[in-house]
């Protein structure tokens, strides 16, 4: 008990003096989990907003093959990407592996379904919901799906929120790709599992409250930007 104790204090030592180490990884973290967050909802958004007013052969199969998809295991997706960049890959010869280039693509392909997902559950709630007003203004397609985004930010921010909590909280992949060498491409998660191995548990646990921290932060902003507690819907 009294080294857990002393790692607690040790770990807010290093927090509170901004550790340049501690401080050199949260950056990495943000940058890797925010770009792929960023290109993700590019991809998603749109998609699964589309997915929810779009009405073809294949439809059902493609959003069961989505809802799979979100349980991907990220290890399986690591070694996916890592065979891809290898140097015997078929784009090895882009150099990405053991790169943030490289890690930031296994999360978006980790993230992109989830958000997706979550995307066309409440877009299609939407749709229903104004699907006779837009056909009656004679819109197309991108304007409806854009109209829908519009209207529906605030449970797109909930989908973002999620594939950012996943993001930054991914080890499996970004281990495989990235390598967690030091300086380079080691994150929050990969140094976590890294020093509690060396018994490291000071900045193991500072690492860990850094990582509650940003979740609380986002969390916090999500509700900031939708506003939901000022208007009574908290």
């Not at 693509?105 to 699907?131: C, F, G, K, N």
């Amino acid at each position: 008990m009294n080294e857990i104790w002393a790692g607690l204090r040790a770990a807010l030592h290093l927090i509170v003096t901004l550790d340049a180490d501690l401080v050199e990884i949260t950056l990495r973290s943000l940058q890797v989990s925010l770009t792929a967050l960023v290109i993700a909802c590019a991809i998603a958004l749109p998609f699964g907003t589309w997915l929810a007013i779009r009405r073809f052969r294949f439809r059902r199969a493609t959003i069961a093959t989505l809802n799979a998809l979100m349980g991907l295991p990220p290890v399986v997706v690591g070694l996916i990407v890592y065979l891809l960049l290898s140097r015997s890959g078929p784009f090895g010869v882009l150099g990405l592996l053991f790169t943030p280039t490289a890690m930031i693509i296994a999360q978006v392909i980790i993230i992109t379904p989830l958000i997706a997902s979550i995307t066309h559950q409440a877009m299609r709630e939407l749709w229903s919901d104004y699907h006779d007003l837009l056909i009656s203004l004679n819109t197309t397609r991108s304007q409806r799906i854009w109209a829908l985004i519009r209207d529906g930010r605030r449970a797109l921010l909930t989908a973002a929120l999620a594939g950012f909590g996943r993001a930054i909280g991914e080890v499996g992949a970004i281990m495989i790709v990235g390598g967690n060498i030091d300086h380079a491409t080691r994150v929050l998660t990969t140094a976590i599992a890294l020093e509690t191995g060396k018994g490291d548990f000071a900045l193991a646990l500072g690492l860990g409250f850094v990582l509650i921290i940003l979740a609380l932060v986002a969390n916090f902003a999500i509700h900031v930007l939708s506003r939901t507690e000022r208007e009574g819907t908290w």
